[in-house]
Nanobody, 122 residues
Framework: EVYVKESGGGSVQAGGSLRLSCTYS????????LGWYRQAPGSECKLVAG???????FIADSVKGRFSVSHDGGKKTAYLEMNSLKPEDTAVYYC????????????????WGQGTQVTVSS
C-alpha cells in the first residue's frame, strides 16, 4: 500500500530554518521521483523542489540558495532543508511521489501526503 507522510513543519521567525521529512512506503525510490510542493492560502500549488530516481535534484528559482533536497534510502525518507526562511515561504508543504496517480496539493490520492504547515513570521 502506497503511503506518503510529511513532518517537521512549524512556526519560525524570518531567517530561521526548518527541515521537513517525507517518509514513504509501498514503493521504492527507484520507482518514483519525489517532489516537494507548497500551497499558500489563495495561491496555486507550486513545485519547490524535487529529487529524481538518479539522484538529480531540482530547486525552484524562488527558493534557490536557501532550500535543498536530499534522500535517505535506508530510512525511505526524503528531506527538504529550508534556511533563511521568509514570510513568503509560509504555506502548507506537501510531498508527492510520481507514481502515475496524478493529483495535486490536498489530494487524497495515496501518492500525496496530508501536508505540513510552515509559518514564517517577520
Amino acid at each position: 500500500e502506497v503511503y506518503v507522510k510529511e513532518s517537521g513543519g512549524g512556526s519560525v521567525q524570518a531567517g530561521g530554518s526548518l527541515r521537513l521529512s517525507c517518509t514513504y512506503s509501498g514503493f521504492t525510490f527507484e520507482d518514483s521521483d519525489l517532489g516537494w510542493y507548497r500551497q499558500a492560502p489563495g495561491s496555486e500549488c507550486k513545485l519547490v523542489a524535487g529529487i529524481s530516481k538518479d539522484h538529480g535534484t531540482f530547486i525552484a528559482d524562488s527558493v534557490k540558495g536557501r532550500f535543498s533536497v536530499s534522500h535517505d534510502g535506508g530510512k525511505k525518507t526524503a528531506y527538504l532543508e529550508m534556511n533563511s526562511l521568509k514570510p513568503e515561504d509560509t504555506a502548507v508543504y506537501y510531498c508527492s511521489a510520481d507514481l502515475g496517480y496524478g493529483g495535486m496539493c490536498g489530494s487524497t490520492t495515496p501518492n500525496w501526503g496530508q501536508g505540513t504547515q510552515v509559518t514564517v513570521s517577520s
